[in-house]
């Protein structure tokens, strides 16, 4: 296996979260029989772990001729700033359009957040916001949807259109 691609496996974590942010207004609309879905917001998030040295992609030397070059630049700080976790945070308004035969979702990017976590002085060690971006036209433009057609307690299975 190539050593780039087993060090982005190990390093970037991609996850979708589906949750409510407060009331919807299908809370009025569903009797006290039925348990309402009141999902109004996906989040994609992309995690990244990044790299303190190269020394996982670089080829290393099994001989005693190894290069100089590959030497200092595995060992070579590449993450200065000591950068332990970041994450890009696509948000999105949902609303449920069916629930049967498969739960399809409509969504569209509203929004963008990016944080950082680290332990150098100009890092907050837990994680902190450092930069947000609204899509004003989000609603607008930018709207898909996601089936979900088999979901358990561990696997959620998806697919998308737009």
Do not use: C
Not at 2 to 23: A, C, L
Not at 28 to 50: A, F, L, W, Y
Not at 61 to 72: Q, R, V
Request: proline share 6%.
């Amino acid at each position: 296996d190539n050593p780039i691609s087993k060090t982005i496996r190990k390093t970037v974590k991609v996850t979708q979260r589906i949750r409510t942010d407060g009331p919807t207004s299908s809370d009025e609309s569903q009797s006290s029989n039925t348990t309402p879905i009141n999902i109004n917001r996906v989040d994609n998030i992309i995690e990244i772990s990044p790299l303190n040295t190269l020394e996982d992609v670089l080829p290393t030397s099994t001989t005693s001729s190894s290069s100089p070059i590959f030497d200092f630049l595995s060992k070579l700080n590449v993450n200065p700033l000591q950068v332990k976790k970041s994450k890009v945070v696509l948000i999105h308004k949902a609303e449920v359009e069916s629930v049967e035969p498969v739960l399809r979702m409509k969504i569209a990017w509203t929004s963008s957040v990016v944080n950082v976590a680290g332990t150098s002085q100009f890092l907050d060690p837990e994680g902190e916001d450092i930069f947000g971006l609204n899509n004003l036209f989000g609603e607008f433009t930018n709207v898909g949807t996601f089936d979900t057609p088999y979901v358990d307690e561990d696997v959620r299975v998806s697919r998308t259109s737009g």
